[in-house]
Structure formats: C-alpha cells, structure tokens
C-alpha cells in the first residue's frame, strides 16, 4: 500500500507543487529555453481561457450541426404546406448576411482598438457592431411573424419546424451575444482594460465571429438552396 | 508593466483570435478590411449565382456549397486570425475534430435518412393501408 500513491497523494503533490513537479518556477512564465509545446510550463492564462472558449465554440457549432442535419433531412417534408422557394425573401437576408458581415468586421475593429488601450474607439465600434446584430435580430424576427402571419408557422410542416429551430437557434445566438455585448461595453467604461476585462472581451470576439461563421452556412444552405430547389 | 507581459508575454502558443505580430506584414485593420473584402466577393459571388441562370441547373448546389467553404476559410483566417504555425497547432486540431464531428453527424444523418425515405412504403400506399 505504501508503494502505491493514492489519489489524494497525487492530489496533494499537484497542490503543493502544480502540474509540472517541483522546480516550476510559480509565475508561470516558464523556462525561457524551453517554451512551447507544453513544455516549461502553463500556458499564459490567456491563451487558457481563449483556448477554452474555443472549445465551447466548437461544441455550440457541433449543436448546430445537428440542426442543420433535422434541417437538410426534413427540407422537403412540406406536408403540403408551402415551400422555401414561397416564403424565403433573399433581398432582405442579403440584408440581414450585410449586417452581420460588417458587425464581424467592426468588432475586429473594436478589438484592436481595445488593444490600442483607445476608450473612445472601442466604445464606438462596439456600439456600431451591437446596431448592427440589432437591425440583424430585427429583420429576421419580421421575417418570423410575416411567416406566422401568413400560416406558415413551426406547427405547419415538419419543413418549417426544422427551419424555425435552426434559424431561431442562430437568432437566439445573435440576440445573447447582443446583450454581452452590451456588458462589455460597460465593463471597459467602468473598468479599464484590465487583463481580466481584455480576456472576456477576446471570448466575444470569437463568439461574434462564430455566429458570422454559422451565418454563412446557414444563408447558403437553408435560404440560397431553398429558394432555387 | 508586469502584468501586461504575464498576459501577453513570450510564449510559444496564441490563443484563438490572437493576431500574430511580424507574422504576415499587414497591420491588424489591414488583415480585417482584406478579410471583408474577400468575404463580401464571396458572399455576392453566392447570392449572385443563386439568382442568375448562368450555371447550369444541377451545378449550383456544388457551386453554392464551395462558395460557402471558402468564405468559411476566410473568415477563420482573416477573422480568427487561424495559422497552420506551430503556436496554433492546439486551436487548429481542436477545429479539425470539431469539423469532423459536424461532417459525421451531416452527412450521417443525411445518408442514413435518405437510405430510409427509399426503403419506406410510398405515403399514399401507407395510408391506403390504415384505412
């Protein structure tokens, strides 16, 4: 028994002196002969928490991977009802694809105003970029009651139910994205660019840019394909 | 600035979304104006193609499809700042299981679905059936 180490012993050597033994230094900035690669030492905690996100990320776009498969299944499940070629408006998601499009631009601009240290800069971008995911959630919630309106809602065929989760899945995105957003920018007003602050707002950046990536899978597959089929 | 170099400092990894300096020689505004450029060719060149009769019938679903995986491309790229450099080899891999796993489960579901819809009695004949 003694030979053996328990859990809680190499719980406890972890503790006491981390993931890579004793020696480490404890500032994490690793020997500077043998960076990289995972050796000398833990990643700076911003690469972590990035990376981490970026996990997040990819596992939220595997979610929607499975919408869009119910999607691509039941696209032509109409049950008699109408079709994407009926009730898609491409004019207004060139709209909607121009809004998200440039708020994924003007976010990377407020990034690097952010890491210019620039208040003023940030704060603008970042409202232009929150306008536009505005006028984005705007239009396509029109385009959900017009439907509705006109008896084509997710109750209509298993088409649409497909389409409303999809497209309201993304819509949902935008619109928590916005409200993060919005935390943002008063988390840098109030607070400054603080290490901390930086790394929340390098995790929306990658979600904003995300839901610009979905997007563009989204208007080819369900709008571009649905109205030519 | 102690502080600044424990969060940005030397080391050999970057972190999903972070630019590289002396990497490509642009500026960071530079590299996001030629990402939007490419990606808002790329988006017209779609909606374009959805809408005139130019390409032949059967061809555009393809066309449309490779459109959007090159936009995709460029939006990881010039958005994401993604490399196939050393200091990003973790974010890449882990894009490359994500990728897989969405391939998995599209392609899967649809293959295995439309196999079923060939197989299954014809609707009319079904209910012809339970009457």
């Known amino acids: 028994m003694s030979q053996t180490s328990t859990p809680s012993d190499v719980a406890s050597v972890y503790l006491q002196h981390g993931p890579y033994g004793s020696g480490h230094d404890p500032h994490g900035h690793g020997h500077a002969e043998a960076r990289g690669h995972g050796a000398g030492g833990p990643a700076p905690r911003r690469v972590i928490v990035g990376y981490g ?5 990819l596992s939220d776009i595997v979610m929607f991977s499975g919408f869009f498969a119910a999607y691509a299944v039941l696209a032509h499940a109409t049950a008699g009802g109408p079709t994407g070629r009926q009730l898609f408006d491409l004019n207004r998601v060139a709209i909607e694809t121009a809004c998200l499009l440039l708020s994924s631009f003007t976010c990377g601009l407020g990034y690097v105003a952010a890491t210019r240290r ?14 536009l995911g505005l006028v984005f959630v705007i239009l396509e919630a029109l385009e ?29 995105h935008v619109t928590v994205g916005g409200l ?24 929306f950046n990658l979600f904003w840019h995300a839901l610009d990536i979905i997007w563009v899978a989204l208007f080819t597959i369900v709008y571009l394909l649905g109205a030519g089929a | 600035m102690s502080g600044h170099d424990e969060e940005w400092g030397e080391h050999d990894d970057a972190a999903p979304g972070d630019e590289h300096a002396g990497g490509s020689g642009f500026g960071a505004i530079q ?6 450029l490419l990606a808002v060719g790329l988006t017209v060149a779609s909606f374009w193609l959805a809408s005139s009769g130019l390409v032949w019938g059967p061809g555009i679903p393809a066309a449309l499809l490779a459109l959007a995986v090159a936009q995709i491309g460029v939006h990881l790229v010039f958005f994401l700042h993604l490399t196939s450099g050393p200091e990003n080899t973790n974010n890449t891999l882990a894009l490359a299981f994500g990728v897989m796993i969405v391939l998995l489960v599209v392609v899967g579901s649809v293959w295995i679905m439309a196999h079923l819809n060939q197989n299954m009695m014809p609707m009319d004949q079904l209910m012809k059936m339970q009457r």
Do not use: N
């Open chain 2, 31 to 36: 590299v996001y104006a030629l990402g939007l």
């Open chain 1, 180 to 203: 993060w957003l919005g935390t943002m920018m008063a988390q840098i007003w109030f607070k400054g660019f603080r290490p901390q602050i930086m790394r929340r707002l390098l995790c």
């Open chain 1, 118 to 131: 620039r208040q003023i800069e940030t704060q603008f971008w970042m409202l232009v970029t929150g306008l």
């Open chain 1, 144 to 172: 959900f009651y017009e439907m509705i309106q006109h008896g084509a809602g997710p109750d209509r065929s298993a088409f649409l139910s497909a389409f409303f989760a999809l497209v309201g899945c993304h819509g949902l």
């Open chain 1, 53 to 57: 996100f970026w996990i997040f990320l």
